[in-house]
């Protein structure tokens, strides 16, 4: 009997895709569980994937105009009562701050003092409109002080119960995009703009494929009048929502005073967005591309580009085959790839070389490089293409080194590539309810489903007890006349309909 | 009568110090205070100068071999508990959260949820030696695993009663660096070059010469086995701590189980070392270079390094100035300094010229152009140096150009220079009590005393009577005989005192 292929990762993606996911978390080094609840470690190699994000989407939302700001972590009780809508989203899940000491409770440990109670508990902050918004009422006088373009990187805390690392934490990092604007129009095509932005970075930076949308209005942020989003398709045909725009309307403006004097002379409200993206983007990365051997990264997020991995048996050898690697890395780092230098890791840990490989294979660097004594008398290395897998190939040094930019650009591209092969692949028009539910069968792959619908609790219902999903209306789907599969109701433009993260 | 020369900001230093500081603040946008007791909103030009001290300590960091993670911004309430002296260092002054839900409290508002109480309190960390030392206990299992250099970028949280902007806030930003090594000489060098780099930094970058010393005991981290900082010296001639690095011993490692196989084969505690900067760096570099115009920034750190103002009054010579003044944006963007690209802002806001140009002085950028139809039929620029002050003058376009690297570095010198003039101007040796007691009696002007002494409550009870503190043990102090002025008693080392923030 023929022995089935290993793999580094197990169980496999076909065996149990959640429990896969977790496992490629862990072989990668990228995250672990912490001594809080439902508060992840992020690691090394999982933060400098983050670092990579941050500085990419930083650069895009200053070439738009926006400045970076930090504002409080805590939100008073009272502000989140501001909003309707908005306390009724976030009341449910947040970390109420009562106290400012801790004191012995007289039996060797501490309590919270009942001394230092606070008059007004404080919300670790699940998200920042009100507590921004009370600062742009002072902000916003006139309208030469708008637009206002502001984002803050900082850590929020939604109180979940089921959490998953990257996709779903009670803490998680992200940005936060608020702005306020003397006009709708202006506040609309700011919403718009950075949903571009988002599907720019998502695309061509994590070579992820991405469906602009706007959401249903059960799928809303609480408190917008239009949520916009970015969805993806995981390999386990789920979506991802991965990134949000909000155009706030006038709600939030009316609700924390935020006026201006327009150029009439007249006091006015203001419009505000707000928009995010988090850590869950790096959930996404892993199960876009990620195989059955572990992490594979897009080049251009990736914290290492190449790695060399020295080989050697005697001292001897190992002086000219470091020396060799040093040579070989500082040539690379001359190559520029993405407008920076290529970046390069020589990894000479003194471990068994086997363990070492493997070790950078889930770790998804997408150019690994074997060199020993051998190579070098023949003036190779040993290439090994994360993306495309197998056992790698000697290549003349000369020719990877001149050619390790369009290597990684290639690379790059490939994975958008499969990725939206993958995503067409899954992709289906569906015009009756009764191929829908057959779709979304339990045991069945499922998809996304663009389907005609007409927003409302027949359809909330039916999807519930087929655990679907309304993602998005596409922003440039055409006008088509249809049929509501779930009501028969005239319909004009088709939804994106998924299981979902 | 001679009219007083005015300056932009009132009160001057000479008139008030305190109030100066806070003036300073508002008029260059730095930061405000914010709707909740004791934080601030750092505001789009403070937290530009912010990034830029991230930035170039990050790089310093990793060019030493660290990596940045990041870790939970909770601590369970136990954990706490664990460190004897620091608890007693932090139980006093945390935030602690204690529900995890809201809910209408029957009136209208809203309440902690009584069925939402959590188990364990958990404590928005105030530092994270507890909670990171708890994962590395699981990091560390060999030899071969140490050292673990780690930084994170964080916010942390210290209930406060008496806050200043940047200088002393319940919430901060900051990083916070963390290792675990095999042997005590390894922990030790890490603590001072540590030291070393923050030293470098706030000479190099910040224009702010500081003493390199050890904490006296008292001074000392909750927990630490040594505390070593940077000090400097603010205009009014008071000391700033702008960073510290601790010697951690084995205190951390034995309370948190950070053991590891040793060469041997013995299972041994491992030794730990912490080190941080925070934003208040950003108040020591506002306190060491402003003048009554506002803020004076060193240029490295500057977000903007040149800011163009055209002045036109027709149409026809809007066109002209724009255009001459975006080619000399595009010139100056070619000129590097300090290995980037020169940073040049045009301001064609339409606001009065004095006033917009006062703006931009009491900004601090380090140099003002206005560029006008004269100047340009005279191939100039009207040239402002920041640190210089005065009228400004006309330049020719190409040399200014030409020169703009050069006429930068000269600026971050002279700030720097200027700073250690007054600070070794107000450093004396003093070697007797009633000297001391002199320096620092109310209403003189203090400064930096370097002076025999001998650690104990004799001294503590003086320099608590004088308003005085001992800043440190400078590191680079020969060895001197000498009578500690306090007790009498033999005494090998000088150690500095001051009046401090």
Redesign the interface.
Known sequence: MAKPPKNAISPTRAENYPEWYQQVVKAADLA?T???RG??????WG??I??NIQRQLDAMFKATGH???????????????KEAEH?EGF?????????????PDGEG????APSAKLEE????RPTSET?IG??FA?WAQSY?DLPIL?NQW??V?R?ELRTRMFLRTA?F?WQEGHTVHATKEEAIDETRQMLDVYAEFAEQYMAMPVIKGEKTEGERFPGAEATYSIEAMMQDRKALQAGTSHFLGQNFAKAQEIKFQNQEGQEVYAWTTSWGVSTRLVGGLIMTHSDDDGLVLPPKLAPAHVVILPMYKSDEDRTEVLSFCDQLKADLIAQRYDDEPVRVRIDD??IRGGGKKWQWVKRGVPLLLTVGARDIAEGEVFVSRRDIGGKGQGTPREEFVANVSGTLAEIQQALFERAAKLRDEATVQIDSLAEFEKYFAEGSPGGLAHCHFVDGPEMEAKLKELKVTARCVPIDAAEEAGKCIFTGADSLRRGVFARAY
Not at 39 to 44: A, G, Q, R, Y
Not at 67 to 81: K, Q
Not at 91 to 103: G, I, S
Not at 109 to 112: F, S, Y
Request: hydrophobic fraction near 50%; charged fraction near 25%.
């Open positions: 672990e912490s001594d809080v508060c992840m470690v992020i690691k090394p933060y400098a983050w670092e400045e970076n700001a930090y504002f409080p972590l805590f939100i008073p009780m009272s502000f989140l009562e306390v009341a449910k899940e947040c970390a109420v701050v009562t106290h400012h000491r801790l004191e440990g501490l309590q919270p508990p404080l919300i670790v507590i009370a600062t002072r030469r502001i900082a850590n805390v109180w803490e990092l840990r003194d």
